[in-house]
């Protein structure tokens, strides 16, 4: 019932930007955690930013914070990653994820405490 469909993906010369959207139908709430993860060949999966419903509680990785942003749309049920300033270490499939009951930092860049995640979309960025 739930199902989570992202868009945006594609690639791009570094220094360049994408914007990944994330549409989300079946969550009645508001009130869930959103994160966007990542998984790079040969890597394990990573979150990259994570928010609740109204971006009181955001998480943003080391590696992309000042050049990545997400937003949610609660209106649209939507959920979006700014990317700019894009480097050929970004190159991944980016997944977004929603999850219930996730109340603190620790439990928000786990994946294991998401139950519903996006198809996936790939983001090439190249030199």
């Known amino acids: 019932q739930v199902q989570l469909v992202e868009s945006g993906g594609g690639s791009v010369q570094a220094g360049g930007s994408l914007r990944l959207s994330c549409a989300v139908s079946g969550l009645n709430s508001r009130n869930y955690v959103t994160g966007w993860f990542r998984q790079a060949p040969g890597k394990e999966r990573e979150c990259v930013v994570a928010?609740?419903?109204?971006?009181?509680?955001?998480y943003y990785a080391d590696s992309v914070k000042g050049r990545f942003t997400i937003s949610r749309d609660n209106a649209q049920n939507t959920v979006y990653l700014q990317m700019n300033s894009l480097k050929p270490e970004d190159t991944a499939v980016y997944y977004c994820?929603?999850?219930?009951?996730?109340?603190?930092?620790?439990?928000?860049?786990?994946?294991?405490?998401?139950?519903?995640w996006g198809q996936g979309t790939q983001v090439t960025v190249s030199s």
């Open positions: 928010s609740n419903w109204n971006g009181m509680r955001a």
């Open positions: 994820a929603a999850g219930v009951s996730i109340q603190y930092y620790e439990d928000m860049i786990n994946p294991t405490r998401y139950g519903y």
